[in-house]
């Protein structure tokens, strides 16, 4: 069974370069741009280094013992030997893997206490405060200082911790931007909080992991890191330019439908936090009815049409870049 | 409702579909009638409470559903091998990735699991049969009414589409209104009393029904498994009871349990569901284990390396099971404190995983490896269950999960675990305790068809979603621009999921020419093995064993063997006790069908009526007084002649 072998130690040459290689090419968790990301990416680098040794352990001997044992025709009459087993080497092999979950559950613990933080160096200035509202299939972003909203974009600026305060308009939805640190989940009712941090200015994707329904492949939205006074300049430009959000037009928003981006002057804060209830006089679940058949397919350009068809689509403002495709995380 | 809501409609893939199922039932039972096969169907089937044809069904459906769930997968792969498809709309997409995980896990991986269970454990331990046949016959008919109640659900009324997890609120009733997922919350709460029945049954059989002189550490390693399998069962199930029984009260009578509105708590289903879901993954992960180390020690000419700590890793990750259900949502904010504690649990159960490993390789080290195909599964399970093992461990440390979780990295991560750990066991299981079921073997020549191609496209599709997922692709996503670099690796995907549909063919062609061809002259020991399943005839005969075996140590089979203490002596024969077939499992199940079928469309008058005819099958069961009847001496005498030549 030369065949059996060789296959596998061409599977074993194959993926461990590849794995390896990833640390270099652009695999996006491979590329942090902050600090978050970057400890956690040193963290999964440290695990790879443990998990390749025992991968090539365990193919080593596999591959050895395997192809040394196999039957032959003129070794027809061995008899393979009765053995019950080795004390010394079942506690080897006990001792062994008790000591790589010590050695790599130290580091964990202490990645996962540092990115619950403002990241070391950050600290001597305030973080910026973003409320994250998710929504089918929609991600609105409120800047409660500033005093104005987004809905599919998120500008921030570089080399501050950014303070995500994160809740849901219903569904569970999980916030992710993989280049600048990992996911958490929003929920209706109750608010989780993320730190990150952006070292250079810069354009990342970012999305929802968490699946909420027929809009979800579309849940992606662009971060977009500014320098700081580029960051203000933005700021100052919305307030000179964008309408208020009244509350008529945030209940159309948060109806079912994939829609594009918009900018406002206020935020929905003034009148309800989706962190502490309400949501429920927003939920109407008609429209998640599926009739299948007459059922609308997309248009081109890659939206859904929401079941209403009061054309939620529409109400795109100024800001009418379209949120997919060119979100793109390698810059 | 008017008919077009009750049929789906509208889709040419569905009343495609429909208008097969239809043919096909029609060309069923045309084909039974005109066989003249009714009776047969019946009294050999049908109401069958022999261990072994139960298995046998078992494995029967398993087959069917696991074709279900591969068209699924492979309808999957389709739609995102390019960007921007428009094979299958959003909608589509998402009920088929939650039936193609649902089936797969409860519909495929447990009745294949269960089945072999069926036909293997009473032989090897000795046993005429299960504790409690009868409940046995139930088990099998609520599984199988469930799998078709849930199959029904893509031509009737519309498949469920919140993912096997079904996580809420997205499951209830305000975002998900149709009747999909009532047949979620419905059909896997029938299929789940036939598991703990299960559960149940084969406790007791276990613990009360093994050979005189089979110990507890004398008892093979697939009946360990299969026993600490069954206690998982029993602790877990009802969890899952309790929290789809909190679905359906959500959903069909307005409760509050999970729901947004009225202080309902979504978070309570997560953690319900995983607690009974980690679980269920070594529930249908042990028995394999179990299987694999039967056939490295058949095949490898030795006994297992170190039973007694392969014992002692089985009972401890049963224990740890029950306490890592968290790291499947580090990421709902949890305190960092409660993250750390539940991955070092995670953690520690690699430890134990990794015993095994090594007792498997050192069984096969100065052994005499022949590579059946039983065997090339087992082989090929030891580095493929690694690397899931390993990307476990990767995901069991929460804050690298923070990167990984719900993204392609964690599908890949769970079919390195599920595909060879289930899958190729039961292949290996397949070609191993074939004979045992019909008396031939399958082909060794296809089967490496099936081997290789099954082998090779396995991880053609499952490597490079580990790196789209380390590249920021999320799970269930069914569709994807250009530009993000995916689509190399998920083409590449596609194409090995044909290569391994190619490999599950090949299986289904060698099982058919198996049949016709294969000899059949193979005596009651094909594979030189060595526990007592192998010491009566092959097939089975319908009682076992005519007389009970004595076991005095492990591998008893290899023993008397080598003794030659295999013949039977005419005078140890006595007439043996066999339980009647009976007619009111395949009621109970059917009725327990018909009262979910009405409960998924919320036809509460018609489901209270139907569900007289449960109380008359329990009633009828209650007072059923049948006590078995006894084969004669002379018939057992004649059966064992056929095969052993002349009793002693
Ligand atoms: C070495 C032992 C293992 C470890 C440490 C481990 C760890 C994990 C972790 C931490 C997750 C959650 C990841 C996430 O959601 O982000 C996970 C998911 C999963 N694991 Fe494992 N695992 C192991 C073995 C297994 C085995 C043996 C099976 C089944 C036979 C299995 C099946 C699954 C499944 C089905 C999921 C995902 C379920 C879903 O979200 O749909 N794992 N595993
Ligand atoms: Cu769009
Ligand atoms: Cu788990």
Request: charged residues 15%; glycine residues 8%.
């Amino acid at each position: 069974m030369l065949k059996f072998k060789k296959g596998m130690y061409y599977l074993l040459l194959l993926s461990m370069p590849l794995f390896l290689a990833g640390c270099e090419s652009k695999l996006v968790v491979f590329d942090p741009q902050g600090p978050i990301a970057r400890s956690l990416t040193d963290l999964i680098l440290f695990s790879i280094i443990f998990m390749a040794i025992i991968v090539l352990v365990v193919f080593l001997l596999f591959g050895v013992i395997v192809w040394k044992y196999r039957a032959r025709p003129d070794n027809k009459d061995y008899e393979p030997p009765e053995e019950k087993g080795s004390h010394v080497l079942e506690i080897i092999w006990f001792v062994i893997p008790v000591l790589i979950v010590i050695a790599l559950m130290i580091p964990t613990a202490i990645t996962i206490y540092e990115v619950e933080d403002i990241p070391e160096g950050y600290e001597d200035q305030d973080p910026l405060v973003v409320h994250v509202t998710s929504a089918d299939w929609k991600w609105i972003f409120s800047y409660p200082e500033q005093d104005i909203e987004t809905v599919n974009y998120l500008n921030i600026p570089a080399n501050r911790a950014i303070q995500f305060k994160m809740t849901s308009a219903g569904t569970m939805q999980s916030f992710w931007i993989p280049s600048l640190g990992g996911q958490k989940y929003t929920m209706a009712n109750m608010q989780t909080n993320l730190f990150l941090v952006a070292d250079k200015p810069g354009s990342y994707m970012g999305r929802n992991t968490s699946f909420n329904g027929k809009g979800y492949a579309h849940m992606e939205f662009e971060v977009l890191a500014q320098s700081p006074s580029d960051f203000d300049e933005w700021v100052e430009e919305v307030k000179n330019t964008a309408d208020p959000l009244e509350e008529e037009k945030y209940a159309e928003i948060l109806k079912p439908g994939v829609i594009g981006r918009m900018t406002f002057n206020n935020t929905h804060l003034d009148w309800i936090d989706h962190a502490h209830g309400g949501s429920d006089q927003y939920i109407d679940s008609e429209l998640y009815r599926i009739t299948h058949g007459d059922e609308e397919h997309e248009e081109t350009d890659g939206h859904e049409d929401s079941e209403n068809k009061e054309d939620t689509n529409e109400v795109e403002t100024e800001e009418e870049a379209d949120v997919h495709g060119d979100s793109g995380h390698d810059q | 409702m008017s008919l077009d809501e009750f049929f789906v409609t509208g889709d040419p893939l569905i009343l495609a579909s429909q208008i097969a199922i239809g043919l096909t039932m029609i060309g069923l039972i045309a084909l039974v009638t005109y066989l003249k096969r009714w009776k047969w169907l019946w009294s050999e089937w049908f109401t069958t409470v022999d261990h072994k044809k139960i298995g046998i069904m078992y494995i029967l459906a398993g087959v069917l559903m696991f074709f279900r769930g591969g068209v699924d997968g492979l309808m999957m792969k389709a739609q995102t091998s390019r960007p921007n498809l428009e094979f299958l709309d959003a909608q589509h997409y998402d009920e088929i990735f939650t039936t193609h995980g649902v089936i797969m896990i409860l519909f495929m991986a447990m009745p294949m699991l269960i089945g072999i269970m069926n036909v293997v454990i009473p032989l090897q331990i000795g046993a005429r049969d299960v504790a409690f046949p009868k409940l046995n016959a139930l088990s099998f008919w609520l599984f199988f009414v469930a799998a078709m109640l849930f199959n029904v659900s893509f031509v009737i009324g519309g498949s469920p589409d919140a993912g096997w997890t079904s996580y809420f609120p997205l499951a209830g009733k305000e975002f998900t209104p149709g009747v999909g997922n009532n047949y979620y919350a419905i059909a896997l709460q029938i299929a789940g009393i036939g598991t703990l029945a299960t559960g149940i049954n084969f406790i007791v059989t276990i613990v009360k029904m093994r050979a005189p002189g089979m110990t507890w550490m004398k008892m093979p390693m697939f009946t360990w498994t299969s026993l600490v399998t069954s206690i998982i069962i029993v602790a877990a199930f009802p969890i899952f009871t309790v929290a789809l029984a909190y679905m359906t009260l959500d959903r069909l009578f307005g409760t509050h349990f999970f729901t947004v509105a009225a202080g309902g708590d979504p978070m309570l289903w997560l953690n319900l569901f995983w607690l009974w879901g980690h679980p269920e993954v070594y529930i249908v992960v042990l028995p394999a284990f179990g299987m694999f180390s039967e056939v490295i020690a058949t095949f490898a000419r030795k006994n297992l390396y170190g039973y007694k700590s392969m014992v002692f890793s089985v009972v401890g990750i049963a224990f740890l099971s029950m306490l890592v259900w968290v790291h499947h949502f580090y990421t709902m904010g949890n305190s960092a404190s409660v993250n750390t504690v539940f991955s070092l649990t995670t953690m520690m159960i690699a430890i134990p995983t990794g015993v095994k490993i090594f007792n498997w390789l050192f069984t096969l080290r100065k052994g005499r490896i022949e590579f059946s195909n039983a065997m090339l599964w087992s082989l090929a399970f030891i580095p493929c269950f690694t690397i899931g093992g390993v990307t476990g461990v990767m995901l069991a440390m929460a804050a690298a999960d923070y990167q990984y979780h719900n993204t392609m990295f964690l599908v890949a991560h769970f079919h390195y675990v599920l595909i060879p750990g289930v899958v190729f066991a039961v292949f290996a299981g397949l070609y191993y305790w074939w004979p045992k079921m019909f008396g031939f073997k399958l082909s060794e020549k296809i089967g490496k068809w099936h081997f290789w191609l099954f082998v090779i496209g396995f991880n053609l599709t499952f490597m490079p979603m580990f790196f789209v997922g380390l590249d920021g692709m999320s799970r269930r996503m069914y569709t994807y621009s250009e530009g993000l670099g995916w689509e190399g690796w998920l083409g590449f995907s596609a194409v090995g999921s044909i290569v391994m549909a190619a490999g599950f063919a090949a299986l289904c062609y060698n099982i058919y020419w198996s049949f016709r061809y294969a000899p059949r002259d193979i005596g009651n020991d094909p594979w030189n093995a060595r526990t007592l399943e192998w010491a009566t005839a092959t097939p089975a005969p319908h009682y076992n064993f005519a007389k009970i075996p004595e076991v005095t140590r492990l591998d008893p089979y290899w023993d008397m063997k080598k003794k030659g203490e295999t013949g039977l002596k005419k005078s140890d024969l006595k007439p043996v006790h066999m339980p009647s077939n009976s007619w009111t499992p395949i009621f109970l199940g059917v009725a327990f069908g018909v009262v979910g079928f009405f409960l998924v469309f919320e036809w509460f008058t018609l489901a209270i009526i139907s569900s007289i005819g449960i109380i008359i099958g329990l009633v009828a069961n209650s007072f059923d007084y049948d006590e078995g009847y006894h084969i004669p001496v002379e018939e057992l005498e004649e059966e064992e002649r056929a095969w052993r030549g002349d009793l002693k």
